[in-house]
């Protein structure tokens, strides 16, 4: 046997409703702090300075992403087969 229930709430009633603490107002000074630290980041860097950190990362993670396959597909960074 199947039962379906479908509840209509707004995230708020449902947080009340199974006892969950509200954290909005720590999500609010959170994403603050983010948004503060994130443009004054941004205003000391030139343009073409975060493309080139960016593009730094973007090639390690590019780097770390395929030394996974290789290790998952069993293959060694030399090319040769396990």
Same mark, same amino acid.
């Given at each position: 046997? #199947?039962?379906?229930?479908?509840?209509?709430?707004? *995230? %708020? =009633?449902a947080?009340?409703?199974? +006892?969950? *603490?509200?954290?909005?107002?720590?999500?609010? /000074?959170?994403?603050? &702090?983010?948004? #503060?630290?994130? %443009? $004054?980041?941004?205003?000391?860097? %030139? *343009? &073409? $300075?975060?493309?080139?950190?960016?593009? /730094?990362? !973007? +090639?390690?993670m590019?780097? @770390?992403?395929? =030394?996974?396959?290789? @290790? $998952? +597909?069993?293959?060694? !960074?030399? +090319? #040769?087969? #396990?």
């Amino acid at each position: 046997m #199947k039962v379906k229930i479908d509840i209509d709430c707004t *995230p %708020e =009633e449902a947080r009340h409703f199974l +006892g969950l *603490p509200d954290v909005s107002r720590i999500n609010d /000074a959170m994403v603050d &702090e983010v948004v #503060k630290r994130t %443009e $004054a980041n941004l205003d000391s860097m %030139e *343009p &073409e $300075a975060l493309m080139r950190q960016w593009s /730094a990362v !973007g +090639g390690q993670m590019t780097n @770390q992403f395929m =030394e996974m396959m290789r @290790q $998952a +597909g069993g293959v060694s !960074g030399t +090319g #040769k087969d #396990k």
